[in-house]
């Protein structure tokens, strides 16, 4: 019947529901107590629906429950590099029992600001294993190291990550790592440091890198075991214009 040829009688008549969300159940959208005859999604982002027998009458937005967000979910990315080159160094040494790193990212290359709560570095050719690592981000003034002991000093409540990263075999895999706290990003250059604790040497595991015109990297491999204190480096690094390619993961909120 053409809904134009009803009337005000609203006793009678008849209902049909459709639901464009997959796996909804009628009852999120139209109460089973109500007398509502026809209704039909207004196409807004809100499921709004309305009574198209009488409108003027019943008119009604039902509220819908969405999917719960699950927490550490990732809400927005960025991609720092191509990856075009890799290194066996950065971000972490694993033929040697420790290693450290540090890198500088700029303002340029993250592009926004946020609450940065995860990072994540792409795997060129490596071995399966398990090193056990942290990870320490802060704010810096350097936009490149100038010599061997130039080493930003890690404050220890700039640590964010303090834990295990499993690395397999395959190629261009990313390695996620979800931060135990985020790191407010606001603008300027960042350096990232990675202490890999592990204390056990294994097979080279090369990382994709990009070659840049400076020097924004540094680490230190030493072949003996001997832990390093992220805080005070205090030992001569090795330069390279080499920074891995990373994805930086943004809070939503």
Not at 11 to 37: E, L
Not at 142 to 161: H, L, R, T
Request: net charge negative; glycine share 6%; aromatic share 14%.
């Amino acid at each position: 019947t053409n809904p134009g040829d009803w009337t005000n009688d609203h006793n009678t008549g008849w209902q049909f529901i459709a639901s464009p969300v997959k796996g909804a159940k009628i009852d999120d959208f139209v109460p089973t107590y109500s007398d509502y005859d026809l209704y039909k999604f207004d196409g807004s982002k809100r499921l709004s629906w309305l009574n198209h027998k009488d409108e003027n009458i019943y008119d009604e937005e039902p509220e819908v429950p969405g999917e719960p967000e699950e927490p550490g979910e990732f809400q927005d990315t960025v991609i720092v590099g191509n990856g075009e080159n890799k290194s066996m160094a950065l971000p972490i040494y694993t033929s040697n029992a420790y290693s450290i790193s540090q890198q500088i990212y700029t303002t340029e290359d993250i592009g926004q600001t946020g609450n940065i709560i995860g990072v994540s570095f792409k795997l060129n050719q490596s071995y399966i294993c398990t090193r056990s690592i942290e990870i320490y981000i802060q704010h810096t003034a350097k936009e490149s190291f100038n010599d061997e002991y130039s080493w930003e000093s890690m404050a220890s409540e700039s640590k964010v990550y303090d834990g295990d990263i499993e690395i397999s075999e395959t190629a261009n895999e990313w390695i996620d790592v979800i931060f135990s706290k985020p790191f407010a990003y606001t603008g300027g250059n960042m350096v990232i440091c990675v202490y890999d604790k592990t204390n056990n040497s294994y097979n080279a595991t090369y990382f994709c890198a990009d070659e840049l015109s400076e020097n924004k990297s540094i680490y230190y491999a030493p072949y003996f075991s001997n832990p390093i204190n992220p805080s005070n480096v205090a030992k001569s690094g090795k330069l390279t214009n080499l920074r891995n390619q990373i994805k930086l993961s943004f809070s939503g909120n």
